[in-house]
């Protein structure tokens, strides 16, 4: 094999089509090719920006607003400064972990989940439910615990440990704890009291 050969690995790797920077460090990308291929998205890179040193330049963000696509759609690039880019690869891994409405929607519905249950899973009011599922935006955070709630739900229905998992808020007292029975007290007790007599 020559330093020439190109090797096909099997999978897409993503392409832009276009690019335009917007206000609060989100990108708007047509992909041209890969798993997105087709689609639209508006990809909030702020989670690169803000954790990168390379990226600090693009924390102002009248210089993030002048980014335009480069190396074929390869690439977005601010400037001529050839350390200043964000590869296809980044803003796609980004782009995966954002959802539109319907996509938070369509989780809803794979999960059998009404906003109730959504809300105590994902410790969001059901109201900010109901705006995820009809306006949007869904915070990264949310679709990454919707990620981790299927993964979980998948793992455990391939152990065969069943596929329901409970996603009831917890039950929480408002008044007193309910009353322990006299065997349990006696031994909570006689628990506390050798803790103390070994101290």
Known sequence: MSGN???DSGIPLPRMASVQ????????VKWAEGPRAGREDFVDVSPAIFSYKVFRPLRDESFFLS??????????AWSDNADLMMSADNILSLAQESWTPK???DFLTRNRLTQEAAAALLGRSRRQIATYAKLGPIPRVIALACYGFESLRRDRFLQGSGSDINAQPPT????RAPEQSEQSR?????A????????
Do not use: C, K, M, N
């Open 21 to 28: 920077p917007l206000h609060d460090f989100v990108l708007r």
């Open 172 to 175: 929480v007292y408002t008044s």
């Open 67 to 76: 980014g335009a696509l480069a190396e074929d759609g390869d690439a977005v």
């Open 5 to 7: 050969d190109i090797v």
């Open 103 to 105: 996509e938070f929607v």
């Open 192 to 199: 506390a009291q050798r803790q103390r007599v070994s101290s």
């Open 186 to 190: 006696g031994a909570a007790g006689s």
